[in-house]
């Protein structure tokens, strides 16, 4: 393989990598920043230690794509009890979307 090739392959797997990274959904890891900016953003201001807590349990149970976009994943707190909510990729992350 001569170096024009190579270097045209390793674009590709980098573009391909990108774009697969674009299309996924949120990681537990996003769904816990997402919750974690929302009560902050709600008025909570410096939401309380045991909220946080509580946010750090959370466990992602699974996510499927959304009509509305972005994806409407399942999450368990540390009960079991499993809430649905939307998240979007946002500039700064994924968010939580409030659906009415």
Do not use: H
């Not at 008025?43 to 959304?66: D, H, P, R, T």
């Amino acid at each position: 393989m001569n170096q024009a090739n190579i270097t045209r392959a390793a674009c590709a797997s980098i573009l391909l990598a990108a774009l697969a990274g674009c299309s996924s959904s949120p990681s537990e890891s996003d769904v816990r920043a997402a919750l974690t900016k929302q009560a902050e953003a709600s008025g909570m201001g410096m939401i309380s230690q045991n909220y946080k807590q509580e946010i750090a349990k959370a466990k992602l149970v699974g996510c499927a794509k959304a009509e509305a976009g972005g994806y409407k994943c399942d999450v368990a707190n540390a009960a079991g009890a499993v809430a649905n909510a939307r998240f979007v990729k946002a500039d700064g992350g994924w968010a939580v979307v409030n659906e009415r």
